[in-house]
């Protein structure tokens, strides 16, 4: 069974693996560029990164330089789970019925549960392995950028740690059961999409409360450091007892990999629930 | 083994649909079996859930002794299924199909493939969708028969190819059956080449089994009755399958052993087809709702 998934599936293995070479390319290339510009500004030596000084303008120019290319490839890789369960996960089940393959596969001496554990068994696998590959080179990448950005780790929040591989799970999970309900191919990618981003955002937009936000009172200009490294979640401008203040609501430094956790508990339970539906679905729903 | 499929009370609903219900019915090993209804009788549906590929919605149905949705690891192995559509997949090679077939069948005989491929002339390096529609067909059929099931399930085997097409084929499966002893459930909605090649009938009309028998049992057991200008009561004689009346006579194609049959009808033998197509005009017409009538007597080929 696995020699024919791999030959039914060699095509989009090949485009996955060429994907996964250039980003991987694209990664080391820029890594080297941002390391050598680093070194050329002097920016290893920097204690006094505010504006004005010698410093500061180093850091200003290499932010012009790596800012835009960093955000390009955070959202370039936030978007590849969601590739995943649209082009794989979404037509696997949907593709069969479609064309009536369904009919000629389970008719071999091997039941389709069998058949469906196997196949998506491998698939989940080289999912795990090229996202878990994906994000430690991401954390090995974005060092370089960490000095540039007062709260580093939260900026790549979603494409290191496990939550980028929990996104891939539950990407391909949803494409699953999404395509063993419509049963239709192109219909189904659509769905997958949907249901993804829209999943995507009410979990982002929720996660500054995963747990209570601490305040801290800020005077102005602020210029404190204490918050280096946490996740601001909002800073008002308020009237107080010290007269006018930042209110400073964020989520600590330290509580990074709790949120990690959280969020990965999130999106693998729902792959689970999703797993279940499609399980369903194979078994009574498709004829 | 007595029979190698039996459905007691079997029924599928597709939505409010039912696509098949209340089928009784017991098929005997060692025969090659018709399916015969227009489409929409429920001829897919018997046996897509032989195959395990439906799950019932009412009544039981079992395949060599198993179920086909609860054992499919005793099923599978031991049936052959044909779509209607011949699905293989179409990226795959002739002999890239054939590697399918061996990883994933026990009984997998890959002599048996290798040269039926080699004798109908189909190139292994070929991929599948670039087969005719004969060559398809084939592929099909050697992939079930190299499975070394015991009994094939066919649906509309002969669809769709051209008429030396189906003839080569049908010669084919033919062959292929006294070779390895195998019973097939093939269904059609073609009358003619039927005789030939099955010798058992199911007629489904409107998802329920209007009548099933050997053919030469249903041959004998159907008559053509011509008399006088009979009254309306004989249209409602379940025996009566078709009437026709001009002003003078009345003919009725009627169920009946030719016994008992009062002396003012004129009683004639009828064919084969004219029984099919009598059944087929009139899809509520049923001769057996009973399965112990469905059973074939002793003594058949």
Known sequence: MSWVTWRQHSREAALAGSILALIAAFLVFEWIQMSSASLQLGLGSCRDNNAGTACGQALNSYMQNFFGMSVTVRYALTALPALLGVFVAAPLLAREVEQGTHTFIWTQSITRTRWFTIKVGLLAFFTVVSASALAGAVTWWHQPLDQMYGNGQWTFYEVTGPVPIAYAVFALALGLAVGSVILRTVPAMAATLLVFVVTRVAIQSWRPWFLAPMTKELPLPASDTSLRGAFEVSTPTVNSLHGVVDLVVYQPADRFWTFQAIETGIFLFLALLLIGISAWSLRHRIH | ?301
């Open chain 2, 1 to 301: 083994m007595n029979s190698v499929i039996e459905a007691r009370d079997l029924g599928k609903r597709f939505g409010s649909t039912w696509a098949l219900h209340s089928c009784s019915v017991r098929i005997p090993s060692g025969r090659v079996v018709a399916l015969i209804g227009p489409n929409g009788a429920g001829k897919t549906t018997f046996l897509r859930l032989s195959a395990g590929l439906v799950e019932p919605t009412a009544g039981h149905i079992e395949v060599l002794g198993w179920s086909p949705q609860a054992q499919p690891t005793l099923v599978l192995p031991r049936i052959g299924f044909v779509a209607q559509e011949r699905p293989l997949y179409g990226r795959f090679k002739v002999k890239e199909l054939l590697e399918l077939g061996r990883r994933l069948n026990p009984r997998w005989d890959a002599d048996l493939a290798q040269s039926r491929m080699k004798r109908l002339g189909i190139p292994l390096e070929r991929p599948a969708r670039q087969l005719s529609g004969g060559h398809r067909a084939q592929v099909a059929l050697t992939m079930v028969l190299a499975k070394r099931p015991d009994m094939l399930l066919l649906d509309e085997p002969v669809a769709g190819l051209d008429p030396l097409a189906r003839r080569e084929f049908l010669q084919n499966l033919m062959e292929a059956v006294a070779d390895n002893n195998l019973s097939v459930v093939l269904s059609s909605h073609i009358v003619s080449e039927l005789e030939r090649t099955c010798d058992y009938l199911i007629i489904l009309g409107e998802g329920q089994i209007q009548v099933a028998g050997g053919i030469d049992d249903l041959v004998n057991q159907h008559r053509v009755l011509v008399g006088p200008r009979a009254g309306h009561e004989v249209e409602g004689d379940p025996t009566v399958i078709r009437f026709s009346h001009t002003e003078r006579q009345t003919t009725l194609l009627v169920r009946t052993d030719g016994r008992g049959i009062s002396p003012e009808w004129e009683v004639h033998q009828v064919g084969l087809e004219d029984i099919v197509l009598a059944y087929l005009s009139r899809p509520t017409a049923r001769s057996i709702p009973r399965p112990e009538l469905a059973e074939s007597p002793a003594g058949r080929p």
